[in-house]
């Protein structure tokens, strides 16, 4: 079993703990929280558990292998950067830093000590997504035409980071690991509609360079929650609907078929191709638990991260573009001068 202390037991830390403790690969063996109360809850949720607001002592311990961080965003780096120097394996909430310098820093450290460093993309191990990476890189959809998301609801509004960074790390992940692409430009605009706040709505625009683009709504200020992404190739289009219950996934026999005028060289002529619908079997998963255990096993040195440092770093290099696109008005910018 591979031994693990978690460090913040707010909103997130309580399921981490749960997943930790039950997972039969891994065993929770510390937590760390500054809160009294939060300490409290802790060690009654975890009997067995050393808990402490020390996190010098924690990372002292010799039983302790892995430290997995679930923390505010600022805290990243410090925590990361000291469990690796103690020789631990860490895996971090998303994003994995503030800046993507930041992120550099702690990748090059974890290679140079031989030591696995992943970041907690959770949608990255659901069912949904499992299915939509075995459609997308089984070429079942022919070429990725776009792929068009919308993750909006009524609040939470934060005060310490935009709508952006709230919930763009998840379908930025998302479409990353899907599509195996970074991003060549990002675009973004967005408003705010309440006094001394962040933005609260924003849509950004992703080019890349297979021709691909993406399309991402994001707002706290929605009638509604919704959670769609519509993905359309050249044979086949999906649509994948995270809060339907019973069929997430809808893949649809749809497209276009184009061919020059007979007349014309000049014109184009579009035939439209109407098919069956299916709507797979999602794998039964919980995505924690899944992570978890995946973490575990690369600890281990038995699987490869599939949300690696690396692969955080380009979500905050794509996010850092986009908040400077934002303060440009729109900015098209290059990735790659970035």
Same mark, same amino acid.
């Given at each position: 079993?591979?031994?693990?202390?978690?460090?913040?037991?707010?909103?997130?830390?309580?399921?981490?703990?749960?997943?930790?403790?039950?997972?039969?690969?891994?065993?929770?063996?510390?937590?760390?929280?500054?809160?009294?109360?939060?300490?409290?809850?802790?060690?009654?949720?975890?009997?067995?558990?050393?808990?402490?607001?020390?996190?010098?002592?924690?990372?002292?311990?010799?039983?302790?292998?892995?430290?997995?961080?679930?923390?505010?965003?600022?805290?990243?780096?410090?925590?990361?950067?000291?469990?690796?120097?103690?020789?631990?394996?860490?895996?971090?909430?998303?994003?994995?830093?503030?800046?993507?310098?930041?992120?550099?820093?702690?990748?090059?450290?974890?290679?140079?000590?031989?030591?696995?460093?992943?970041?907690?993309?959770?949608?990255?191990?659901?069912?949904?997504?499992?299915?939509?990476?075995?459609?997308?890189?089984?070429?079942?959809?022919?070429?990725?035409?776009?792929?068009?998301?919308?993750?909006?609801?009524?609040?939470?509004?934060? &005060?310490?980071?935009?709508?952006?960074?709230?919930?763009?790390? &998840?379908?930025?992940?998302?479409?990353?690991?899907?599509?195996?692409?970074?991003?060549?430009?990002?675009?973004?605009?967005?408003?705010?509609?309440?006094?001394?706040?962040?933005?609260?709505?924003?849509?950004? &625009?992703?080019?890349?360079?297979?021709?691909?683009?993406?399309?991402? &709504?994001?707002?706290?200020?929605?009638?509604?929650?919704?959670?769609?992404?519509?993905?359309?190739?050249?044979?086949?289009?999906?649509?994948?609907?995270?809060?339907?219950?019973?069929?997430?996934?809808?893949?649809?026999?749809?497209?276009?078929?184009?061919?020059?005028?007979?007349?014309?060289?000049?014109?184009?002529?579009?035939?439209?191709?109407?098919?069956?619908?299916?709507?797979?079997?999602?794998?039964?998963?919980?995505?924690?638990?899944?992570?978890?255990?995946?973490?575990?096993?690369?600890?281990?040195?038995?699987?490869?991260?599939?949300?690696?440092?690396?692969?955080?770093?380009?979500?905050?290099?794509?996010?850092?573009?986009?908040?400077?696109?934002?303060?440009?008005?729109?900015?098209?910018?290059?990735?790659?001068?970035?």
């Amino acid at each position: 079993m591979t031994r693990m202390a978690l460090v913040g037991y707010g909103y997130w830390g309580p399921k981490l703990a749960r997943n930790i403790a039950s997972n039969p690969e891994t065993a929770l063996v510390g937590v760390c929280d500054l809160r009294e109360e939060r300490q409290a809850h802790a060690q009654r949720d975890n009997p067995t558990a050393f808990v402490t607001g020390d996190y010098d002592a924690l990372m002292a311990r010799d039983d302790v292998q892995a430290v997995v961080i679930a923390t505010p965003v600022a805290a990243h780096y410090r925590l990361a950067r000291q469990a690796l120097l103690a020789g631990k394996h860490v895996l971090v909430e998303k994003p994995i830093t503030e800046k993507s310098s930041e992120a550099a820093e702690l990748c090059a450290l974890a290679e140079n000590l031989g030591l696995v460093l992943a970041v907690d993309h959770t949608f990255l191990f659901t069912g949904a997504v499992t299915k939509l990476k075995q459609l997308v890189s089984s070429g079942e959809l022919g070429e990725l035409y776009y792929i068009d998301s919308v993750r909006v609801n009524l609040g939470l509004f934060q &005060h310490d980071v935009n709508v952006l960074y709230d919930l763009a790390p &998840h379908d930025l992940s998302i479409v990353s690991h899907l599509v195996g692409q970074t991003p060549v430009t990002v675009q973004a605009m967005g408003a705010c509609h309440a006094r001394a706040c962040q933005e609260n709505l924003v849509y950004m &625009h992703l080019e890349y360079p297979s021709g691909l683009v993406a399309h991402f &709504h994001l707002s706290w200020l929605a009638p509604v929650k919704i959670r769609k992404t519509l993905i359309a190739g050249t044979n086949k289009m999906i649509v994948w609907d995270d809060l339907e219950q019973s069929e997430k996934i809808k893949v649809y026999d749809k497209g276009i078929t184009m061919a020059p005028d007979e007349e014309s060289l000049h014109n184009i002529k579009i035939d439209y191709r109407t098919g069956d619908m299916l709507a797979p079997k999602i794998p039964g998963q919980e995505a924690l638990s899944a992570e978890i255990g995946h973490f575990a096993r690369c600890c281990r040195g038995e699987e490869t991260p599939i949300s690696s440092g690396r692969f955080g770093l380009d979500v905050v290099r794509i996010l850092e573009a986009a908040q400077q696109s934002l303060r440009q008005g729109g900015a098209r910018l290059e990735l790659a001068g970035m």
